[in-house]
């Protein structure tokens, strides 16, 4: 039997605060009355800050961070159309798939996993591209496989250098809410997000914010669409409502997170979230191990993946920390499979359990045979979090 709390350090789904989940118990109430115009609206504006946008549109779709994925695309390309996708970790594999199956020209560009997106091939790219064929540039902003933040803010200075009107779609999925992003200025056309990683909400929302020039372009695109039509969506958003039954619970749920992010203020969000994460890396650095991430310049705040060390299967270090400490670390996906496991440091989350995920992590290592000194990712963060200087702590164990 497993006794105390279970500890959940995946990127998502995320921890959900206490107040959240009893916002969520609520009655059935009717989604056609103005009660729930009076749910829809402030959340939609609620989410607004987190995108950093003014001007666009904020569409909520049953489903999940893959059906706004799908809904960027069917509303607003048409197929054949051809656009620039860098692979540099699952999610962009996963995305740059699903705009093959829809039918696009996909013109990828590999790159390490453990890189940001490759900002310089795009606007070399985007300068050989004389006539505008190009329909779509796509950024996965935060990889969460890799735990590599990338550069939005550079990828439009890319597309502008060349004078190139391709749209920019960003997925938001795990950085949205938790560190900064700003569509507005950036450019960003379409970004993605989901309700269950920053916005610390059940998995069931996938979150659309469409600018001004995507909503433009969604009288002119021609792939076949119906569920995820955000040409319906947004009017009866506008409407205050959903086109079909909404999931209400949800929507009281995020009404609740969006509260506490608004009342901690964004930028203390940011600023936690990043405090956090130092620590984690001096951890995680301290025991002497490497992350994907393979500069600290674009090592993502929201969750670190971490290489195993030589001869220890990264599976069994999460199999550990699972079936003996309650505690649930991210496997390494597609070729990271056995090689990685991540840490989600994301949402509701502090030092305390920032301290427990490195411990844990320390004895499963440890378990699973690998050579580290118990205590040193716990210390080297402690020093990160009283504010002190940390010179990395030596990382074999002399044993
Ligand atoms: C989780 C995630 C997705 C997929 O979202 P689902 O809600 O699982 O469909 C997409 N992109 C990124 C970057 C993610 O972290």
Redesign the pocket.
């Known amino acids: 039997m497993q006794t105390g709390t279970s500890h959940l350090f995946i990127?998502?789904p995320t921890n959900i605060p206490a107040d959240v989940q009893r916002a969520m118990i609520v009655p059935m109430q009717d989604h056609r009355a103005p009660e729930f115009a009076a749910l829809l609206q402030p959340v939609r504006d609620g989410l607004k800050p987190l995108f950093g946008t003014r001007e666009a549109q904020i569409a909520l779709l049953p489903?999940?961070?893959?059906?706004?994925?799908e809904a960027a695309i069917t509303n607003t390309l048409s197929p054949g159309d051809k656009v620039l996708m860098a692979r540099h970790?699952q999610?962009?594999v996963?995305?740059a798939d699903m705009a093959q199956a829809l039918g696009l020209q996909v013109e990828i560009m590999d790159v390490a996993w453990g890189a940001p997106c490759p900002v310089r091939e795009i606007e070399r790219r985007l300068g050989a591209d004389r006539h505008g064929d190009i329909k779509a540039v796509f950024v996965?902003?935060?990889?969460?496989?890799t735990g590599v933040t990338s550069d939005v803010g550079a990828v439009r200075h890319a597309l502008d250098a060349c004078f190139h009107d391709a749209l920019l779609f960003v997925?938001?999925?795990?950085?949205i809410g938790s560190i900064p992003f700003e569509m507005d200025l950036w450019g960003v056309d379409m970004a993605?997000a989901?309700?269950?990683?920053g916005l610390m909400c059940p998995?069931g929302l996938?979150i659309l914010a469409a600018s001004p020039r995507a909503l433009a372009t969604m009288e002119s695109s021609c792939m076949a669409r119906s569920f995820l039509d955000l040409r319906a969506m947004l009017a009866a958003h506008e409407g205050g409502s959903f086109c079909y039954t909404p999931p209400a619970q949800l929507l009281h749920g995020l009404r609740a997170s969006l509260a506490r992010l608004h009342t901690e203020g964004l930028d203390a969000v940011f600023t936690r979230h990043h405090r956090l994460a130092e620590g984690i890396r001096a951890g995680v650095a301290a025991l002497g191990l490497s992350t994907v991430a393979e500069h600290r310049i674009f090592a993502s705040d929201t969750?670190t993946a971490i290489r195993a060390p030589q001869g220890i299967d990264a599976r069994e270090v999460i199999a550990i920390a699972r079936d003996r400490y309650n505690t649930h670390f991210g496997g390494g996906l597609g070729p990271l499979a056995g090689k990685a496991f991540r840490i989600g440091h994301l949402g509701d989350l502090n030092e305390g359990m920032c301290l427990t995920a490195l411990g844990i992590a320390e004895l499963a290592l440890k378990a699973a045979g690998a050579p580290i000194t118990l205590g040193a990712g716990i210390t080297a963060a402690q020093q990160v979090y009283a504010g002190e200087p940390h010179t990395p702590a030596l990382s074999i164990a002399a044993e």
């Open positions: 990127p998502g489903g999940s961070g893959t059906a706004a994925w970790g999610f962009s996963l995305w996965t902003h935060n990889e969460t496989a997925d938001g999925v795990s950085s993605v989901g309700s269950q990683k998995a996938g969750v």
